[in-house]
Structures are given as C-alpha cells and as structure tokens.
Nanobody, 115 residues
Framework: QVQLVESGGGLVQAGGSLRLSCAASVTIFRFNAMGWYRQAPGKQREFVAVITSGGTTNYADSVKGRFTISRDTAKNTVYLQMNSLKPEDAAVYYC?????????WGQGTQVTVSS
C-alpha cells in the first residue's frame, strides 16, 4: 500500500522560505512522475510542480523561479523548496503522483504566509 506523508509546512512571513518533504512508503521510481499540489480555502486543488523519473521538472507559472522540486531516491522523498513566498502561496500542500491517484492523497501540510 502506497503512503505519502507530507511535512515541513508552517507559518512564514512574506518573502521567506520553507522546504516541504514528501516521504513515500515505496520506492518513488515505481512512479513515472511525482508532483506537488496545493489547495487554498475555497479554491480547487491545483498543480504546483512535478519531477519525472528521469529528473525533468516543470512548474506552474505562478511559482516558476521561486519554487524548486527535487528528490532523494535513497530516501524515497520528494522535496519542494519554496522561496520568496507570497500570501497567495498560502494553502495546504499535498504530494501525489502525476497524474494523480485518488488513493494516494495524504493529510497535506499547511503553509501560512503572513503579509
């Protein structure tokens, strides 16, 4: 059974940084791609970033140049480094495969950005 556990969220001032982690219970190489997603109150969940099994990355336009997705295959962990955070980045952040699998959604990690 696949479990994805997100961590690293918190409260940060605008302009600050956070690094999120997503620990998988299985080798992440079994997935073609791993992604980060976020959901703000009253909004639909949206794509943030993806990293493929080959290491290719892609980002939503809203975070390009500020966020970096990476992975540690030895730890089966995917990271999201978030810099220059803005109040509009506040949301619950989730990891999942891309495309997503409804069975893999975890609890997410809350990111709050104060202005």
């Amino acid at each position: 059974q696949v479990q994805l556990v997100e961590s690293g969220g918190g409260l940060v001032q605008a302009g600050g940084s956070l690094r999120l982690s997503c620990a998988a219970s299985v080798t992440i190489f079994r997935f073609n791609a791993m992604g980060w997603y976020r959901q703000a109150p009253g909004k639909q969940r949206e794509f943030v970033a993806v990293i493929t099994s080959g290491g290719t990355t892609n980002y939503a336009d809203s975070v390009k140049g500020r966020f970096t997705i990476s992975r540690d295959t030895a730890k089966n962990t995917v990271y999201l480094q978030m810099n220059s955070l803005k109040p509009e980045d506040a949301a619950v952040y989730y990891c999942n495969t891309r495309p997503t699998n409804n069975d893999y959604w975890g609890q997410g990690t809350q990111v709050t950005v104060s202005s």
